[in-house]
Structures are given as C-alpha cells and as structure tokens.
C-alpha cells in the first residue's frame, strides 16, 4: 500500500461512523478543535497547530514536522433548564456528546508544500426535555416533550505553502455531512421530525507572518455553507405521517477570524484572537415543508416556520501556553462571544446561550508521541423569551433557559 493511502482511509471511516451529535458554544461552533487548541481558549490562529490546522488555519499546516497523525475527541456533557412563562422547571436529561477529531498530515519532501486531510465534528446543539409544560397559562396540566440534535461533521483536504521564510498561506476545502431531528411536542399540539440529512461545501483560507522571533500574526475567511435539509419524516400529534420533508434557511455562516501570538520569554507564549460569525445572514427563519401525507383526508402539505433572527457574534479568545519542562507544557485560556441567540425568538429548542468559558489544559512529550488534555467550562447564562406575547405566534413567550456545559478534550499525537 502506497504511503499515505492508509491514513487516508482511517480519516474516511472515522468520518463515516463518528457520532454526529454536538453541543457547541459559539454559537454552534466549537470555540476550538482539539486540545492544544481547547486549552488556550481557541486562541489558535497563529499559533503553530500541527494537524489541526486542517480544522483551524490552515497556513499553519506548514509549521508540522515531517509527518503527523492525530487522533482524539471532546467529550462535552451540557446543562440545561426550561422553565415556561407562568410554569415550573423542567431540567435537561444527562447527555454526552462525544466529538471525534482524526487528522494526518506531511512536509512533501523538501519541498515548501505541506498536506493534510482529516475529519472533525464542527460543531451543533440538543436538547432532550421530558414532561415539559405546553404553554401552562392556556392549557395547565398538559405536558409533553422538546428534544433536538443537531450536527455537522466535516472532511477536510488541506495544502499549505511557505511563500517566504516568514510568510505562509493554506486553504481548506469543506465537504460537511449535516443531519437534524427534533420533537416539538409531538404527542400533543404538535409533530416530530427526523431523519433530515444534507451534503454541503464551502472553503477557507488561512495566512500566517512570522514579524520576528517574538511576534506573529494571522488570519482566516471562511465562507458559509448552505445546508438545504431533505430526506426527513414529519409526524404529526394525531398520528399522520409524511414522507417528504426538508428544511430551508439553515446555514453554517462566513466567519472572519485575525489573531496575534507573542512569545514573551522562550517558554511562554501568549495568544489573542478575535473573530467575527456572521450568524445573521444564515440564521433568520428556518422553514420546514412536509409533503406527501399517508392520509388523503390529511393535508397535502405542511408549513412550518421556525423563526429565529440570530445576531451576528463577535468572539474574543485569549491563551498562553508554558513550557515547564522539555517534555511537558501547561495551557490556561479564556474565551467570550456574545449569544447570538435574539430574547425575542428564544426557544428551548435551538438555544446557544453559553458566552464566557475558561480552560485549561496540558500536553505530554514522549519520544514521538504528544499526549494532549483539555477542559473547558462554559458559565451558566440565561436568557428569557421576551417577544411577542401571543402564544399561538410565541408558544415560548415568557420561557426562561439556562445553559451551561463541561467538556473534555483528549489528543493523541505521532510525529514521524
């Protein structure tokens, strides 16, 4: 088998069975990908990266060593509480999201390119309340159900060039496999929907200066996907099923991030990045269209709409990371966006809540081998549903939502 063929097909089948399933915190992006990454907060862009830079900025591919396989996860355990305007608290069920990361990459040659591919879960949300109120000032003692998962997983093709000593450029290119399900009080007033799939593509471009031995400089676009949703299943509370179901308006948006890294003494370095997620071009309403019913008496379709209106968020990510040994590194970080979620669209269904996280984190060296830990913690935040108090329009008017989360983040590294 030739070299590097073989790499490729652990990336191919990871990606195939990974579970698709996330819970991010910038909205729902994952406020960094991988530990390294994770403990300094997400402050990433010119930072040396290693594999990766194929889910970061991928001018840093060039900075790898010869050759470098990546294995690891985010385990992320989220906390959630629904309490509906003028009805009681209902907690979220336990969940883990595990959140796979397998990448490999290499220098050809002596050359100044550099390659890589992997497959990284970019990010999404859930939720799973049982036993929930519906809508308590109009219809006490009735409760029912709200779950929701949302993910996107990625494969990413990565090349890198060193232009000059100092300057380095690289692009990505992002086929996304995206999959939704949610209930929204399906056994009572309303319907479950599963099964909804989408293939997308987009692109991002990376640019990385070293200035001098300390400082160094960089930036990343990334354009926004569409992912037109189909292929789902739409049952109603009163049993009528449709078969042909997809959903519009949902898309992963263009982000701009820059970042500045400075190496202070030759064991610390010290990071800052800021980004800006255009969230209000690609999260307005999100449309659902259920066609083909089993009951000719039923309608012959159904138009859901999903009014959300997220605001763009601006995200500030700050790390550091010290060498306290030649073989062991510590990371601290710290990271805030903004919710982008609008209070007066605020569903339990789709929140993104969270805006302040702390890390930290560490990494082993042994021999070739780079053993890298992660943790983050996201502080509770809470909004309330304070739009339009008419429930047939705002089943969620008055609703309160807290949202916090945990997550573990665990890297293996190879260099060879």
């Not at 078969?243 to 003494?265: C, H, L």
Request: hydrophobic share 40%; glycine share 10%; proline share 6%.
């Amino acid at each position: 088998m030739k070299k590097g063929v073989f790499p490729g097909l652990i990336v191919v089948t990871l990606l195939l069975c990974a579970p698709l399933n996330g819970w991010a915190t910038n909205g729902m992006n994952m406020i960094g990908t991988g530990a390294v990454s994770s403990g300094m907060g997400g402050a990433d862009v010119a930072v040396p990266a290693g594999c990766t830079a194929i889910a970061g900025n991928p001018a840093q591919l060039a900075t790898t060593c010869n050759r470098v396989l990546s294995v690891g996860s985010a385990l992320m355990f989220p906390g959630m509480e629904d309490t509906p305007g003028g009805g009681t608290r209902t907690d979220n069920e336990f969940q883990m999201f595990p959140v796979p990361f397998i990448g490999y990459a290499q220098r050809i040659g002596t050359s100044r390119w550099s390659v890589g591919v992997g497959a990284f879960a970019q990010g999404g949300m859930g939720v799973n309340f049982k036993n929930v109120q519906v809508m308590p000032t109009m219809m006490p003692g009735l409760r029912d159900d709200l779950m929701s998962e949302v993910g996107f997983v990625r494969l990413s093709p990565t090349v890198a060039y060193n232009v000059t000593d100092k300057l380095t450029m690289g692009a990505s290119l992002f086929a996304g496999y995206a999959t939704l399900k949610y209930d929204f009080f399906p056994n009572t007033i309303g319907h479950r929907v599963k099964d909804l799939t989408s293939f997308t593509f987009s692109g991002r471009f990376g640019l990385n200066y070293q200035i001098n031995d300390k400082w160094s400089v960089g930036a990343t676009y990334t354009s926004d996907s569409a992912i037109d949703f189909d292929g789902g299943k739409l049952t109603t509370a009163t049993g009528v099923k449709y078969n042909d179901v997809k959903m519009d308006g949902f898309t992963w948006p263009q982000q701009v991030e820059t970042g500045v890294a400075y190496r202070a003494t030759p064991k610390l370095l010290l990071a800052l990045d800021l980004s800006w997620i255009n969230w209000s071009s690609a999260i307005k309403t999100v449309t659902v269209t259920a066609t083909n019913p089993d009951n000719s008496a039923a309608p012959a379709s159904l138009t859901v709409p999903f009014v959300m209106k997220w605001k763009d968020q601006i995200v500030v990510a700050v790390g550091a990371e010290y060498e306290l040994t030649d073989s062991f590194k510590v990371r601290a970080g710290y990271n805030y966006g903004n919710s982008p979620v609008s209070s007066a669209n605020l569903s339990p269904l789709f929140p993104a809540l969270v805006e302040h996280h702390a890390t930290a984190g560490f990494t082993y060296t042994w021999t070739n081998w780079d053993f890298d830990f992660a943790y983050e913690h996201a502080f509770t935040n809470t909004k309330t549903n304070d739009g339009d108090p008419n429930p047939m329009t705002n089943p969620f008017y008055g609703s309160k939502v807290s949202h916090t989360m945990d997550t573990f983040n665990f890297m293996v590294s190879y260099r060879f």
